[in-house]
């Protein structure tokens, strides 16, 4: 036991605004685990928007419990600490059910970790009856959730609002009438549920998937949950602490989905059809956190898209409210909302050109060319902006050196460009390139590659890098080669990568040598194209998408073709 | 943002006179008609389906009488604008140009134009205006928005979107009508009014 983790854990809680505390007497106590630390989960609307759901409920009590950091883990081992719950101190064994918000694939590990340091066996298949019920959810687990079968019980798959009062109705049923079993047999029979023992996947000789057979009462394919109206409920952030990575922020969803359909990107598939709440419905959030001297952060894959962004900033700057606003589409730069973000005292707009030629952006249905995004930088000159961070990615299919080199090129140009405003104006700001390698993502018209080489990823960052790092007011980051490695591992991979989930935290452990240990290749699912016809691990998800839909998007990015949705290509 | 406010028929491209086989004379929509099944090999037969698709959407969301009938006539000359785009841009393959778009664009406004020029009745030329007006207003050439943008045009809208996708272009392959329907629903509410894509689906 070391005091001083508890102590830490106290500090917090006593630092945090709005979190619940609950007498648990006769509650169903749920741990709600964010598998990476403090820092990150806290600023996770996912996971506080459930946290917020699931205490609404008078008969439920919910803790958060986080994945704690190298220090924290180091003391842990040396006192004998298991993990515990943040609000009273329990350790996670002592809940009923354990649910894990699943966003990013390399977290996958640390919930392998955290079970095994709280003294709960991960794999499904060892845990008694008296073990808690494992549950998951997130985007992570609807883009792909077979690389945690073998952990998790049951995975709620899409939009938790409504499933997840459900899947607590049918708990509440069974629950101290001992079955278990009947509840996890029972439950499927709730949309979206997934219960992962009750399918048998097949493999071919060839390692692909042969079959993916339901097991009796089980649906062959399972719907993806989604919300009709997103009016009838706000989804915003209510837990706030200062520790947080977007600490003062006040996080407020605008919308969901993406009616852009990038070819590398899930988002407009996975949160299929794009929804947007009124913004009279979103005043009442929006309020709250001007009341608090928040900073707003909407969120939204493309706020730009917004149909009632002019009004909103509008309203914001009445108010004098501020707001953060995430990477915009350098084609919806409105007057309206450089002016609600340069009242905000917002001296960086993200934007997000990921290639660097035209052609490679034609490639991704991003058909932005060089002079537009100049003209951005122009456009947030003009508005008293003059830092921007810019995303891109390498590794992207079909891409070579001169694609590389577009890159270089095209942050010199902006560099120049704003130059040219700044010796008017005498003030000069930073250029950010964000650069990450490419990973296919399952659910995009990409879903078909291979990753690069881990070796060309790494010389193409480098390149970067190097070229850059000379330049005066341009700066430089990147991921690494080695991690996007194990994201596409973990995005791609079939219920037989379980082995390398169980290897222990991301950072902590030494990946060649365990993919040199190995009799599975991991390579077969990283850096494998798939054949058209390839049955994927994660087809058995009802997203309603057609994969020839996919697969023409697939297609047409060799000629460089715009996205097949209308407009873009109907000429109608 | 995209240049929606683009000087309306204006540009060099619409004011070449020759190289176009076709002159507006005074005449009916028959001969609107027989005029763009002959200047394009796909535009009558376009309109036709377009026309038929509508119908049964129009009904079911309520529309009778004369604003029927004017939908049927609106549908069949939605595209009479194209009269006035240039072939060769109309049946491009590969990219078009930022130019070129502003001259397809231009159909809409172009065909409000010729069917004023003949004294059809406000709510025909008012559809064909505005049939490529978004739900979200980010359509051309008004940017009208949601229940600003007339019926009639939103329902034209999803049928001509439909039709499209759905037939061979020299610059793209026919969708199946599985892949059509998926993306139109996908586009619920950001390009077409989704109730008009929920009686479309649903038929």
Known sequence: MSNRLYRVARDRLAREEGAFQKDWGGRIPVALVYPNVYRVGMANLGFLAVYGLLNRHPDVVCERAFFPDGEERREMARTGTRPFSLETQKPLDAFEIIAFSLSYENDYPNVAALLSMAGIRAERRHRTRDAP?????????????????????????????????????????????DSREAFVCEVPSVEGVYVPALYEPQYEE???????????????????????????????????????????????????????????????????????????????????????????????????????????????????GKLSAPSLRLDT?????????????????????????????????????????????????????????????????????????????????????????????????????????????PWSAFQWCGMAEQGVLSDRLKKIRRALQREPNIHVTHGLAKWAYLQALFGRGDRRVLPFVMEGAVEDTDWKKVFRRTTLNPDFFVHRDRRR?????????????????????????VSCSPGTMPEESTRC | ????????????????????????????????????????????????????????????????????????????????????????????????????????????????????????????????RSHHERFDGRGYP?????????????IVRVADAYDAMTEDRPYRAAMTPEVTRFWIAGLSGVYFDPEVVDCFLSE
């Open chain 1, 333 to 441: 730069l409105s007057d309206r909302l450089l002016d609600a973000l340069k009242a905000s005292g917002q001296k960086t707009v993200t934007l997000a050109p990921e290639a660097g030629s035209d052609r490679m952006r034609r490639t991704l249905n991003k058909a932005f060319d060089d002079e537009e995004i100049l003209r951005a930088a122009d456009r947030l000159a003009e508005h008293g902006i003059f830092s921007m961070r810019l995303y891109f990615m390498v590794g992207l299919p079909g891409e070579d050196e001169k694609d590389v080199e577009a890159i270089i090129d095209l942050a010199k140009r902006l560099r120049h460009r704003f130059l040219r405003v700044a010796k008017d104006t005498r003030r000069m700001g930073e250029i950010t390139l964000s650069v990450n390698p490419f990973v296919p993502k």
């Open chain 1, 133 to 177: 019920l494992l549950i998951a959810g997130g985007p992570a687990s609807f883009l792909n959730p077979e690389p945690m079968a073998g952990i998790m019980d049951l995975f709620v798959l899409g939009e938790a609002e409504e499933a997840l009062e459900e899947v607590l109705e049918q708990y509440r049923k069974r629950r101290g009438v």
């Open chain 2, 1 to 128: 943002m995209f240049p929606r406010d683009h000087a309306r028929g204006k540009h060099p491209l619409l004011n070449v006179q020759d190289g176009y086989p076709f002159t507006l004379q005074q005449g009916s929509v028959v001969d609107l008609l027989g005029s763009m099944s002959s200047y394009n090999h796909d535009l009558g037969g376009h309109s036709e389906r377009v026309s038929s698709l509508c119908m049964p959407m129009a009904l079911r969301m309520g529309l009778a009488g004369k604003r029927l009938l004017y939908l049927q006539l609106a549908s069949l000359l939605h595209d009479v604008g194209k009269l006035d785009v240039p072939p060769h841009i109309l049946d491009k393959p590969g990219m078009l140009s930022l130019q070129e778009t502003l001259v397809i664009q231009d159909h809409s406004l172009r065909g409000e134009q010729i069917l004023r020029s003949l004294s059809l009745p406000d709510p025909i030329c008012q559809t064909v």
């Open chain 2, 142 to 154: 008004d940017g009208l928005a949601g229940e600003e943008i007339p019926l009639e045009a939103r």
């Open chain 1, 533 to 557: 016809d390839e049955l994927f691990p994660w087809d058995f998800i009802d997203h309603g998408i057609p994969k020839e839909a996919l697969y023409r998007e697939y297609e047409r990015r």
């Open chain 1, 206 to 320: 060839d390692g692909t998937l042969a079959s993916f057979a339901p097991k009796k009462g089980a649906p062959e394919k399972v719907q993806r949950r989604w919300v009709r109206d997103l009016n009838r409920r706000t989804t915003e952030a209510t837990v706030f602490t200062p520790e947080a990575e977007l600490a003062g922020i006040h996080l407020v969803e605008v919308g969901r989905g993406c009616s852009r359909h990038c070819r590398f990107c899930s988002t407009g598939f996975i949160y299929r059809p794009v929804r947007y709440r009124n913004l009279e419905a979103l005043k009442p959030s929006l309020e709250t956190g001007i009341g608090k001297d928040r900073r707003l952060g909407l969120v939204c894959a493309s706020l730009g898209d917004y149909p009632e962004l002019d009004a909103l900033c509008e309203w914001l700057l009445e108010r004098g």
